[in-house]
């Protein structure tokens, strides 16, 4: 079912202002940092919480307005946290089947459509055991089935992967995405995450949150291919410069605050004075030592310090107190000599940085609608 949302709450010095839209069938991904109202966000879906302000509709129902509040018990939503939070009491089988017959589902056709689920999540084998004789991964999976089990309208997802290890998530992750994308029951679906492998795998679009408002939102691969606020250039991996745009000839620039011009090429909807930022690869930046000359023409040399040297895959990833952040292999580094307060020199070509317009404050910032 097609949700929409509009919430407005206010606690003390934290102000949540949002509206989201959610196609039926589709996969919203919430990303934002520490305290930005990600999981508040989830907790007013759901019923747990209610806005000082709030229009929610899920398909035809409206679930909150100014004169209804649809308890949680009602709404028709289900709720995965990072925690499974299984009853300890009762047999996984129960527990998944503790969905349908909150609904008045007979107990016998309950466990049916429990076995069914615990099936779909690649979990049979667990019917008969306590919680606590689960691993985390094999708990999650439980959950999941639980939360399937009660035929919500809507899905919610609140970190699902966090509390697992590295071991554990990848497994359970594809089960989410099968049971959300490949089964053919496609499940409107709200997800918080912080990990980004876990938006390009199960979401089609995302929403960036900061300080209780949506400052970028977009089809997922396209937002994290192109970010336009720190937060999500930190989650693709990229580089990000912020400033002002201003065009050069057939190009365009981004002056920062500290005077810096860093030259790129430019987005079609940017203009003189705009917001914008200059995003680029770690792979496009080359590290030079502070007193060596600049091999070739880059348009952008920035003077920088190292501050961590981090593996990366086959690369190391090199970061400075700048916020820059440059990828070389291992062999590089040790010619260089590079740690933690080495003044080193960063050039990067124009041809290799995007200059796109930015949001100036939260309430600017939606992306493409």
């Known amino acids: 079912m097609t949700l929409h949302a509009e919430l407005v709450l206010r606690r003390a010095e934290f102000a949540l202002s949002v509206s989201l839209d959610v196609p039926d069938g589709g996969v919203l991904a ?24 709030a229009y929610v509709t899920l398909g035809e129902r409206v679930l909150d307005d100014d004169a209804v509040h649809v ?19 009762l047999s996984v089988l129960d527990n998944v089947a503790f969905s349908p017959r909150a609904r008045g589902v007979p107990k016998a056709e309950a466990r049916d459509v429990a076995r069914r689920w615990l ?17 985390g991964g094999q708990a999650q999976r439980v ?19 966090a509390a697992l290890d590295v071991d554990a998530a990848p497994a359970v992750r594809g089960v989410l995405r099968r049971v959300l994308r490949d089964g053919g029951r496609k499940l409107t679906t709200v997800l918080v995450t912080h990990d980004p492998l876990d938006a390009l795998t199960l979401s089609d679009h995302v929403a960036v949150l900061a300080d209780g408002h949506i400052v970028e939102r977009g089809p997922t691969r396209e937002v994290l291919a192109s970010p336009r606020t720190a937060f999500a250039a930190r989650l693709a991996g990229v580089n990000l410069v912020a400033g002002v745009a201003e065009r050069t000839g057939a190009g365009a620039a981004v002056r ?9 090429m430019p987005a079609r909807d940017l203009a003189d004075g705009d917001a914008a930022v200059a995003v ?20 952008n040399v920035v003077d920088a310090v190292v501050t961590a040297l981090e593996p990366h895959g086959p690369v190391v990833r090199v970061r400075t107190r700048e916020g820059l952040s440059a990828d070389l292999t291992p062999a590089s580094v040790a010619d260089l000599a590079l740690e933690p307060g080495t003044p080193v020199r ?7 940085v995007s200059v796109h317009a930015a949001p100036r404050t939260p309430n600017e910032g939606r992306r493409r609608q």
């Not at 960063?346 to 290799?352: D, H, N, Q, R």
């Open 256 to 264: 920062t605050e500290s005077g810096l011009l860093f030259h790129g």
């Open 30 to 53: 919430v990303l934002g940092p520490n305290g930005a109202g990600k999981s508040t966000v989830l907790a007013c879906l759901a019923g747990l919480v209610r806005a000082q302000r």
């Open 143 to 161: 959950a999941i089935a639980r939360a399937l089990a009660g035929e919500p309208d809507l899905l919610l997802l609140d970190e699902p992967l």
């Open 71 to 89: 308890p949680a018990h009602r709404r028709g939503v289900g709720l995965l946290e990072q925690r499974a939070l299984l009853f300890p009491h």
């Open 280 to 299: 680029f690869d770690p792979g496009a930046v080359a590290v030079h030592p502070r007193d060596a000359a600049v091999v070739g023409s880059p348009r």
């Open 119 to 135: 099936a779909e999540v690649d979990a049979s084998d667990l019917a008969d055991r306590a919680p606590a004789a689960l691993s």
């Open 346 to 352: 960063l050039a990067v070509k124009a041809a290799a």
